[in-house]
């Protein structure tokens, strides 16, 4: 299987893994695009831990089951690679490099002439401008073996994985999808979740510049039903996302551009409390989860969790 981001494929089945649940997005895609069903399964505590498969064997029962449960049986999925594992830069080659040999010399210099921060990961690319007399690339990376786990848990329960993807462009899609973004724009996509904030700032549609941060508290979860108490305890996450924001305009854009709007988005049990707290902080707009009416008519509005399962399914729209 590639680790293909770009890649179009046929409308399939979308799963997205994370510690707490395995999560379910198939949609009909279209102008506007239509959620045909969601589902979610529970997992017990330390089955994933932060991204990574604990309990293989549990997982693969709970796999199992909701293969029977939701109607999966051997059917093509993509998923989602752990939020924490991926890599995102800019970086620049020599032009002279054919297009179709650019992988070829990503696979020779990763490790050499370019520096992750793990071994063997698997990537995608894509090409950009030329630059200083030198092709533009913007480099995707995750750790093989973290992605491969995965891949071969849905393999053995007879799903066929056909591509892996990244929440940042799952969100990027949706908000695309909801005619929210605008590629003139640099758009920051502030995605909490209960341990981890994910930061990702897109500029033409394209995602160039990526930071995970690691939530406080215990577990990562402000546990208190006091507004103040969950902003307090949240106040270095919001002055790192401040130094982000003056790192992009400053020392990476000279002072000729800046982030000039913000999506809130994720699962954080206090995420309207954040929202409402960053709106009032930033001097740009925030924009939070749209409100959209469920699928299913018991339910009044389509629940933020699922988003990103949703913009995988989306995986064609960029």
Not at 227 to 232: G, M, Q
Request: aromatic share 10%; hydrophobic share 45%; with cysteine.
């Amino acid at each position: 299987m590639d680790f293909t981001l770009f890649k179009q494929t046929n409308r399939i089945a979308n799963l997205v893994f994370t510690d707490e649940a395995i999560r379910l997005a198939e949609v009909k895609q279209g102008n506007p695009f239509q959620v045909v069903n969601l589902e979610e399964k529970l997992l017990p505590a330390g089955v994933i831990s932060d991204g990574k498969i604990q309990d293989r064997e549990t997982l693969e029962m709970i796999l199992e089951e909701i293969i029977a449960l939701w109607g999966l049986k051997k059917r093509k999925v993509r998923f989602v690679a752990p939020d924490m594992y991926i890599v995102i830069r800019k970086m620049l080659i020599p032009s002279d490099i054919a297009e179709d040999e650019v992988r070829n010399y990503l696979f020779l210099e990763i490790g050499n002439s370019i520096h992750l921060p793990f071994e063997d990961p698997l990537f995608d690319y894509l090409l950009l401008e030329e630059k200083e007399g030198k092709q533009e690339i913007l480099l995707f990376a995750s750790p093989e073996e973290v992605v491969l786990s995965y891949q071969e848990i849905l393999e053995d329960v007879k799903l066929q994985p056909i591509a892996a993807d990244i929440s940042p462009l799952c969100l990027y899609r949706f908000y695309h999808g909801m005619q929210m973004t605008n590629g003139q724009n640099h758009e920051m996509i502030l995605h909490f979740d209960k341990k981890l904030l994910t930061l990702t700032i897109f500029n033409h549609h394209r995602p160039i510049f990526l930071r995970p941060l690691s939530l406080q508290g215990e577990n990562g979860v402000i546990v208190t039903e006091q507004e103040e108490s969950v902003l307090f305890s949240l106040e270095d996450t919001f002055k790192e996302v401040e130094k982000v924001m003056n790192f992009y305009r400053y020392t990476l854009n000279k002072d000729e551009a800046s982030v000039n709007k913000v999506f809130v988005i994720g699962d954080h049990p206090h995420l309207s409390e954040i929202f409402d707290h960053l709106n009032d902080r930033f001097d740009v707009r925030v924009e939070s989860m749209p409100i959209i009416e469920s699928y299913n008519k018991d339910d009044a509005l389509l629940d933020p969790k699922f988003v990103v399962a949703i913009g995988l399914g989306l995986k064609e729209v960029i």
